[in-house]
């Protein structure tokens, strides 16, 4: 080091790196330590994370496995790459993996904007117990389980149900929506959204409520009137937001919705609603193909996670916020 005024400075730059990192990490506990029971809060959800998600994982071994129940996991023998040689010889491969695709694309089509769009006109409300109204009409569809909400739309589209008995009226002949294949896509869609939008509007309406107030003044100084606010303000605002929950929606692209489709489907329309989640279901539950479904679990997780990087790395270089 070089000397001021005769005196040296001996000050050893690692060892001062050192002592700052000790100090660093010493603050760093001080502050967790002081907040230690908001911390705690968290517990529940790390060890809920740990069972369901974590520890699952050793259950993979099944898919290279020749899996026997009276064996149990450890014990079954090896079979290598055999059951995924079997998965993609399976004749159903093709139609189930269709059917999610389709089902998933256009529930993504149509599906994503509607939030949006919801919250955008939610956020227009001036009249506060009008806005709280709607926005608790809106959630309580997604406190319904699919059961219920099944329930809800045989009652509505059945051969027996209100829409049926409107038609019947009219002089129309009644119609068995629920076992029409070219219909029954649309209905799941239609009733995904409708259970659905109110809660997935939530965080757009958290993102709308974080754009500064002073850039609409601007913009109405600016001659901008309602529309013209929203396109240059409004969706600029949440743009990122969008941009996420749309990489978060491309990761479960192979996630048609089991509950639903195994609520509303039946035989009629098994060549147009059997997604790879029901079929992985029949082979596990009902053929005790315990290893043939592990594969398929398997193979899920990769696509999405794989379809999750890419969009990522995608909006990251469009310049967008992404999740990494």
Known sequence: MKKKGGTSLSIHVPEANERQLRSTKKKLFTRVWEARFIYLLIVPTIVYFIIFAYLPFVGLQIAFKDFQIFKGMWESPWVGWKNFVDVFESAKLPQVTMNTIAISLYRLAFGFPVPILFALLLNEVRVLWFKRTIQTVTYFPHFLSWVVFSGIVFNLLGPLGIVNLVLTNLGFAPINFLTMPEYFRSILVATGIAKEFGWGAIIYLAALSGIDPQQYEAAKIDG?????????????????????MLVLS????????????????????????????????????EDAQYEMATVFGLLKGIIGFTLIVTANAIIRRLGEKSLW
Do not use: E
């Not at 901008?224 to 996420?244: D, F």
């Not at 491309?250 to 079929?279: E, K, P, R, S």
């Open 250 to 285: 491309l990761g479960g692209i192979l996630d048609a919705g089991f509950d639903q489709v195994f609520m509303m489907y039946n035989g009629a329309v098994m060549g147009v609603a059997d997604i790879i989640d029901t079929y992985v279901y029949r082979l596990g539950l």
């Open 224 to 244: 901008a009137g309602k529309l013209r606010q929203i396109w240059h303000v409004t969706l600029p605002g949440i743009r990122s937001v969008i941009a996420l």
